[in-house]
């Protein structure tokens, strides 16, 4: 005889839902992927050696030319902003920010690590913002130590012709404050570029195209073309650095400093809002 045994009825029970990664954790995930890279702070190294190298150079040059001329032509001392920061040394380090910052969305198209980027982290405008917030610290770190050593470097030695200026001279905040910001700028620029092409070498390419080249197309001496002049980057750092006003006799239309400092703001948050905006509405 046999009897049915009874077995109480089991309940499966549902895996707990993980909590949604939080914007610190995103930013922390894209600090790792950003310094296990080992061209980066090789990258980041040579760049500070070459722009404020090339400081010491410019200011060498000065220094021999104020010292042909003879003592005592340049009293009362005066900022050389061009000498500290010259423009082959920080238009190298606009092209080196930019494709950096373009490298951290490239990079992962081309691997295809954007997957698996976007299965962890289906916000994906969230995930851009977190590039954009480590790309923007990190860049304004190596600007600002940049900036501050070319002018240190230039200084100490133009003191040698004493024609040297300290760091509370008129003109001197605002010319280190532009150029460090400019390496931050560039580098969200080129991390915007990066979303929209996808692709290395073309998004290198119109980084070089949009960031230097294109300024050259548009002269002064008109207004309309002044005016496009003048919301370029590069153009917009000069005058920041410049601490002359425009001369009377001059018949080229300049910059005013408010407005550099606007087109600092604009192309970053255009950069990177229309990067949020694109890769919310495109596929992977």
């Known amino acids: 005889m046999t009897t049915l045994a009874s077995t109480a009825p089991t309940t499966s029970v549902a895996p707990a839902a993980e909590p949604p990664a939080r914007f610190r954790d995103l930013i922390a995930s894209e600090w790792i992927k950003t310094r296990s890279l080992r061209s980066t702070p090789w990258t980041i190294a040579l760049t500070t050696l070459f722009v404020i190298g090339s400081s010491a150079v410019a200011a060498l040059g000065a220094s021999r030319h104020i010292a042909d001329a003879g003592p005592g032509t340049r009293q009362p001392r005066d900022f050389l902003p061009f000498d500290a920061y010259p423009p082959a040394g920080y238009m190298t380090l606009m092209l080196v920010a930019s494709g950096v910052g373009a490298l951290t969305v490239v990079s992962e198209y081309s691997s295809g690590l954007i997957r698996t980027t976007t299965v962890a982290v289906p916000a994906r405008g969230a995930m851009v913002l977190a590039k954009a917030v480590v790309t923007a610290a990190l860049w304004t770190a190596v600007g600002s130590a940049v900036s501050l050593g070319s002018f240190l470097v230039s200084q100490a030695v133009l003191n040698g012709q004493h024609a040297g200026v300290p760091l ?38 119109t980084g070089v195209f949009t960031l230097l080249i294109l300024p050259m197309m548009f002269s002064q001496t008109e207004r309309w073309s002044a005016d496009v002049n003048h919301a370029m980057v590069v153009s917009a750092w000069r005058r920041l650095v410049q601490n002359w006003g425009p001369s009377p006799e001059s018949h080229m239309f300049t910059a005013t400093v408010p407005g550099s400092w606007i087109v600092y703001v604009l192309w970053p948050l255009v950069a990177v809002g229309s990067a949020v905006v694109v890769v919310r509405r495109r596929d992977v």
């Open 168 to 205: 509370t001279h008129p003109g001197v905040f605002r010319a280190m404050a532009a150029s460090a910001l400019l390496a931050p700028v560039c580098a969200l620029v080129g991390l915007g570029l990066g979303v929209w092409i996808r692709h290395g070498a073309a998004t290198m390419v």
